[in-house]
């Protein structure tokens, strides 16, 4: 969603500024702009609607030269898509930046309009005015950020910087992140550590509920009562080719073709396939705590709900005595919800900053029951607030439709199942034919992608046309069917729905015509017979039908993709793999934009 850049420091903020805007992009917005201070404190602001490129026309006719300035990239919540929406905002002495959504500025607005005229319909024009009608003769603006902020109710990242204190900018958050890199004589600020990348490794991450003045030589850290906190250093992970497209079209081809080694990374140091055995480090769990877990709930969006989905179906193969639950992050943190104390949460987040799964773990927590993070970024906001947990590894992901975070998240979940199944009186010689397939697993995804990249892209230009999809799949690979619908329709806008292939008969057969086609994944196990079933009652109605499949026997279908595999047990994860090819194929044929589909963002952090 929205992301925040800042600089202070020796350089040209404006190239400073519209580079880091560009790492953020892949977050998804609709806007962008930039306000800067030159060096006789007179300020700049540069505003467009639409990509960076359209930012960089405007400063390429009026170029800004000073050396501290604040960027941003907007996804509308307030108002609509205009320049006047887009930030930074400009309210007397007051430029700013915002992320998150101000709950109360309506409120605030009516007090407000006594002395000022808003130019646009945003909350964060109003928090701009409320900022500076506190920004009195005797107050600093860091006096004048904490007073305002304290009659806030909502979420915020902001950074703001005044023509009457140049030099510095005040930074400060509340449920949206924020991150200070100090560099040497430079101090940069970012709403996503990969925009600084490139620039220092030194950093603060703010905190809720902190705020902070940011001059060149550093920041001070200061709670909303201005007490000055001791701030903690730390690295920031990753490196500038981990965030390039690394010669592929796209990032979100690039994130499909490099499973193997992102998959390599998750399994690192947690898989003993002599012994059989698998560890996570993570949970931090004592032996008493494993063995006295008997209720698991996985809560996720998106991606991260149907890998949570999956593991839940591998969890209960493995671990006799559990109950698991999957949940929907949005619907939960509502929900009357009662969770026994023998219950741990898994709060599976990629970005790890998304709004209503962090909403889950704050309600969790307050019920007393002890939450994982199956998080990607490191240093996030969900990795920062759970008891324990572990990094998938994944690496940076840049495209809007996450890939190789689902199978990481998949990965680290089983990891995390293979140990309780020791605690639990699971089957010893389950967990080592798990343990052995995950061995094998990032060498089998490359040769499944490798030797099926052109089928699928074949296969992607024969259905471009159609309007409609459903994927179909039974137990481990229903979670898949879902996955691969969802994969379609948020890159190619081909409306598709995953569905139980036990489920056709209740309803979805009825749609059943020469505007749909459907994709069966099936799995070479003791449910075949029954996954075919489907099959055969869907084509019995004409319609358009494409197996994936890791069986051998005969199957009739319009097209059939079979892969030859040792992995049988995971084989839902590789015939992933191939949904994702083909969505990917797909989009690029109807020429989307594929790693910024329209209205996604990446990382949700509003309701
Ligand atoms: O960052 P998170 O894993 O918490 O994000 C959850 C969903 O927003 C995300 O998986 C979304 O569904 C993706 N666009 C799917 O490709």
Redesign the pocket.
């Known amino acids: 969603m929205c992301g925040i850049v800042g600089y202070v420091g020796k350089k040209v903020a404006q190239d400073v500024l519209v580079g880091g805007l560009r790492r953020l992009e892949y977050r998804g917005y609709d806007s962008a702009g930039i306000a800067t201070l030159d060096d006789n404190n007179d300020a700049h602001l540069a505003r467009a609607v639409g990509k960076i490129s359209s930012l960089s026309a405007v400063l390429e006719k009026e170029p800004q030269t000073g050396h501290l300035g604040i960027g941003h990239t907007r996804w509308a919540t307030h108002g609509g898509v205009t320049e006047t929406n887009a930030h930074p905002h400009h309210v007397g002495n007051v430029y700013l930046v915002h992320n998150g959504i101000i709950e109360n500025y309506k409120e605030l607005k009516a007090e407000l309009q006594k002395t000022y005229t808003f130019a646009s319909d945003t909350d964060t024009e109003v928090l701009a005015a409320l900022i500076d009608s506190n920004y009195t003769k005797d107050s600093s603006l860091k006096d004048a950020v904490a007073k305002a902020l304290k009659r806030v109710r909502g979420t915020y990242g902001i950074a703001v910087f005044s023509p009457k204190e140049p030099g510095t900018i005040v930074v400060a958050r509340l449920g949206s992140p924020l991150i200070i890199g100090l560099g040497k004589d430079e101090t940069l600020i970012a709403s996503d550590a990969s925009a600084l990348l490139g620039y220092t490794r030194e950093a603060i991450y703010l905190n809720d509920g902190e705020l902070a003045v940011c001059t060149k030589d550093g920041a001070e850290v200061y709670s909303l009562e201005l007490k000055h906190l001791n701030s903690k250093k730390e690295t920031i992970e990753g490196d500038l080719a981990q965030i390039q497209k690394g010669g592929y079209d796209h990032f979100l081809l690039k994130e499909i073709m490099e499973q193997a080694t992102t998959l390599h990374n998750t399994l690192y140091g947690r898989i003993d396939p002599k012994a059989g055995k698998m560890h996570l480090g993570g949970p931090n769990l004592t032996e008493k705590e494993m063995r006295d877990i008997h209720h698991v709930v996985i809560v996720?969006?998106?991606?991260?709900?149907?890998a949570g989905l999956l593991a839940s179906y591998y969890m209960e193969q493995l671990v006799p005595d559990l109950t698991t639950e999957v949940v929907i992050?949005s619907e939960y943190r509502y929900r009357s919800f009662h969770l026994p104390k023998d219950s741990v949460a898994l709060i599976?987040?990629?970005?790890?900053?998304?709004a209503?799964?962090l909403a889950c773990l704050r309600e969790i927590k307050k019920r007393g029951v002890k939450t994982l993070g199956i998080?990607?970024?490191v240093g996030s906001t969900?990795a920062r607030e759970v008891d324990g947990g572990t990094y998938v590894h994944a690496g940076p992901e840049i495209s809007?439709?996450?890939?190789k975070?689902?199978t990481a998240?998949v990965v680290a979940m089983l990891l995390f199942a293979g140990m309780l199944a020791e605690y639990h009186g699971g089957d010893p010689k389950l967990v080592a034919e798990f343990t052995r397939e995950l061995a094998i697993l990032p060498e089998e995804i490359e040769k499944t992608l490798n030797a099926n990249r052109e089928t699928m892209e074949k296969l992607a230009k024969k259905y471009a046309e159609y309007d409609h999809a459903l994927y179909l799949g039974r137990d481990t690979a229903f979670p898949i069917a879902l996955?691969g619908a969802?994969?379609l329709k948020?890159?190619s806008y081909i409306h598709s729905e995953g569905y139980a292939s036990g489920e056709l008969k209740h309803g979805p057969i009825a749609l059943i015509d020469n505007r749909f086609f459907e994709v069966f994944t099936i799995l070479d196990n003791w449910l075949f017979d029954k996954a075919c079933g489907g099959l055969h009652e869907v084509r019995a109605r004409g319609g358009k039908t494409i197996v994936l499949t890791n069986s051998k026997a005969d199957i009739e279908a319009d097209d059939i993709v079979r892969i030859e595999s040792k992995i049988e047990l995971l084989a839902p994860i590789l015939l992933n793999t191939l949904q994702q090819l083909f969505a990917y194929y797909v989009a690029v044929d109807r020429g989307n934009d594929v790693d910024q589909?329209r209205n996604?963002?990446?990382?949700?952090t509003v309701e």
């Not at 996720?300 to 149907?306: K, L, N, V």
């Not at 599976?348 to 998304?354: L, N, R």
Request: hydrophobic content about 40%; some cysteine; glycine content about 8%.
């Open positions: 996720g969006c998106g991606t991260a709900y149907y992050a599976v987040s990629q970005s790890g900053e998304t209503d799964t998080v990607n970024v969900i809007v439709a996450s890939t975070a689902f998240q996955e969802l994969k948020e890159i589909p996604l963002a990446k990382s949700v």
